[in-house]
Every structure is written in C-alpha cells, then in structure tokens.
C-alpha cells in the first residue's frame, strides 16, 4: 500500500497506470497493454514514509519488431491489416447488436496472441464479469493471467478514419472452465469493468435450432471491431480434430467475413443472443465460405467436471435453463439511478483529501471503490455511514479522473471524482 506503478513511452503519448496494490494478483502477474514505441519507462511512485519496501521484477518483455499487433503504422492500412470487406461495428444501427457489440472485447494473451471474445450474462444477473473466447487462444495452464481484455476498440464514428482508443482494459482473469476437445474456454475477469467502459453482459441460447440470420462481431487481425453478417441457417457440423457434431457451420458471410484474430468472437442468432465462439475455418474478404463456430449447446454440459462445461457457471440454481437475455449491468435495477440525478454527492469534488459521501436515507457499513478511466481498480475501503454520511481520504490516491462507486444496502451508487493534487 502506497505504491504506484506507471508505464509509459518517452513522449507519455500512452501512460498506463496508475497501479496499486488494488491491482494484484493471486498469480502474482500483472499483464499490460503495448506501449508504441523502441522504449519504454517503468515508473514506481512511493508514498512518503512507506514502511514495507515494494516487490517489483519484470518477468518478461514482448518485442514486437516485426509489427505483428500493428501498433506501428503500415503502408496501405487503416490501423491494422483486416481486410476492407469488414463493416465497421460503429457504423451498426440495430441497439440489440449494438450492445452485443459492447460485450465484445479484443484480447491479447501472453503478450503476442490476438483473440476475440465476449462478455457473458449468467441466470442470477449479479454481473459476474464472465468471458468466453476460444481455448486455442490459451496456449498453457498460465495463459488466462495474462489476457489483456480491451473494451471499446472500434473508430468513433461510422466510416471515421481516426483510431479509437486501446486504453480500456482490464488485466488478468480466473480460469473457470476449459475444454480443448470442443474448443471451449470461459475465464472470468479478474474485476468488474467499470461504468465508463459501457459493458454488456450477452445473453445466450441452448437452442438446436438457431433462427437466422447470425452474426459475430470481432477485431480480425486484431484491427478495430468489426460485424459480419450471414442471412443462412447455421449447421450442425464436426470441425478439424474437436469432437463431432460440435461447432455450428456458417456456410457464407453475406457482410463481411473473419480472419486471424477472430478466433474466439461469438456468434450470435436472430434473437440477439450468443450460440456460439469462432475456432476457425476458410472464410475471407475473396472467399467468405465456411467457418466454423463451438455451438453453446453441446459444450453446456457435455463433459461431467465443473472445470469443463458452461452450466454449472452461467446457471448454478437451475442448469435446465434454456436461455438468458443480456444484462446491463450498470442500467439495471441493482444500479441506484438517483446517483446521477443529485441526490448522491461528493463533496468537495475536485478533492485532494477528505470528502464527504452522501447518500440519502441510508446507514450501515458500505464498500467504496475507486476506478482510473483506464479500468483499473484503484483501491477500496469499508466505510460507515450514518444518517447518509460518510467521510473518506482520498490524499493516498494519485493526481486524476475517477469514478467513485459506493455500495451499501444492496445496492450501488456511481459518480465521477476528480483528484487534485495537494498544494
């Protein structure tokens, strides 16, 4: 405690960070984004007076010299090397798919693979950050503690040729089940994204007979997010060596296509909801045929084991259940809205050491958390509030844009704070 940690290039063009304690691990891993850039700086900030002196060791350092992310300018390209046949994700007018597409995340893993997935809701709606992608993107037992989850990765306006941004992630998950017979992974995050991220948990379908048309929606070659669309009914089919009959066939985009870097997007159906994740197949922007998706159904509870199937996580009380809507976590009835009308303060805001908390009508111990605009739980504290009040120093914190979340009584509170430097 009291430590913070910051990477950053020598121009500070990308600052990531701050880290704190907040940030560990029970792997010990902190994985983060790519820096552009031959160099890059790690700054360790140390609070006056620290008694416990900080471990810190750079494990591992990923080169990219040949551009393989694409971080670096190429001839000829948009930001990255997808094919021109991909419609833009921002340029989606439909809301059910637009707030799919606001569960789906690009994701780097052991700092050189590049995968798709998406956030998915489970039966209770309690916002367990779930996520599922392909298991041939978790190349080893450790792999899951280094994903990079990157939120929001898209241009900011249909047909915009200026670069969204890369710096919403999350960093680290818990493995939770994983079959390669089937190409199944589903990890969750290691903290729930914030509100500033805009995150949507996806709903899902057992159904064996998904209505079309489908569609997935996933960052090829790791590039901005993107939305393929095909109008055909989806098959059942067996796919390279996974176990028979497991994968949906999409015999042909009729919208865009998929590529290296999709693998692990999900598929979705007529009703909005997932049925699938991308393992692979021949489609591309010459020839969008055949592509091959680990169908929902078969991997709900084909193997036994808990580690191995979706079941007992995504519906632990009733695992007959057949479907499950998507869920906004933050615009759902165990979001209190009054934090955005006035009647949750924090005062002073901008601050630099004590505010006062209020909220009206409540008492008791609550929990306040504090995130960085980069998604990065900054840290936590067990406050008392009595009649709506609570007191809380945020002097330890550093210089910069939060949201302050409050919750008590079973439900939350969510406001931004700035904090300012002490003069």
């Not at 907040?22 to 792997?27: D, I, K, Q, R, Y």
């Not at 040949?66 to 921002?90: D, I, Q």
């Not at 609550?366 to 406050?383: E, P």
Request: aromatic residues 10%; charged residues 15%; glycine residues 8%.
């Amino acid at each position: 405690r009291g430590a913070s940690l910051f990477i950053y290039n020598p121009e500070q063009s990308v600052v990531l960070g701050s880290f704190t304690e907040a940030n560990n691990l029970p792997s010990g891993l902190l994985a983060t984004s790519p820096v552009p850039g031959e160099e890059l700086i790690v700054e360790l900030r140390l609070a006056a007076g620290l008694r416990e002196e900080p471990e810190l060791k750079i494990g591992a350092i990923n080169h990219d010299y040949l551009n393989v992310l694409k971080y670096l300018p190429v001839e000829g390209s948009r930001f990255g090397l997808s094919g021109a046949c991909h419609p833009e994700m921002s340029c989606e007018s439909d809301e059910m798919r637009i707030a799919n597409g606001q569960a789906v995340c690009r994701i780097i893993i052991d700092g050189t693979e590049l995968c798709s997935g998406t956030m998915v809701n489970n039966s209770r709606n309690d916002g367990r950050p779930y996520f599922m992608t392909a298991s041939h993107c978790l190349k080893n037992e450790f792999s899951h503690n280094t994903v990079i989850f990157t939120f929001n990765y898209q241009v900011p306006d249909c047909d915009s040729n200026i670069e969204g941004s890369f710096l919403e992630t999350i960093s680290g998950s818990e493995l939770r089940a994983k079959a390669g017979e089937l190409d199944l992974a589903l990890v969750e995050m290691s903290s729930i994204p914030p509100a500033a991220y805009r995150p949507y948990w996806a709903g899902w379908s057992r159904s064996t007979t998904p209505a079309a048309p489908v569609y997935t929606i996933h960052h090829p070659q790791g590039d901005v997010k993107k939305i393929s669309v095909s109008n055909n009914t989806v098959t059942p089919s067996s796919f390279y060596s996974f176990t028979s009959n497991s994968h949906w066939h999409v015999d042909r985009w009729h919208e865009g296509a998929t590529e290296s870097g999709s693998s692990g997007a999900g598929l979705f159906d007529a009703n909005n909801r997932l049925i699938g994740t991308l393992s692979g197949g021949s489609a591309s922007c010459t020839n969008p045929v055949n592509d091959y998706f680990m169908r929902f159904n078969k991997a709900w509870s084909y193997f036994s084991a808990a580690n191995k199937q979706l079941a007992i996580w995504l519906s632990p009380d009733d695992q007959s259940l057949q479907a499950v809507d998507g869920f906004d976590y933050y615009n759902s009835s165990t979001l209190d809205t009054s934090a955005y009308s006035g009647e949750f303060k924090l005062l002073p805001n901008p601050a630099s050491g004590l505010i006062e908390i209020y909220i009206p009508n409540v008492s008791g111990e609550g929990r306040v958390s504090l995130y960085s605009v980069s998604g990065h739980k900054a840290g936590h504290v067990q406050l008392s509030f009595v009649n709506g009040k609570a007191v809380m120093n945020v002097s330890a914190f550093m210089p910069g844009f939060y949201l302050l979340k409050a919750e008590i009584g079973g439900r939350q509170y969510v406001e931004k704070i700035v904090i300012k430097s002490e003069l």
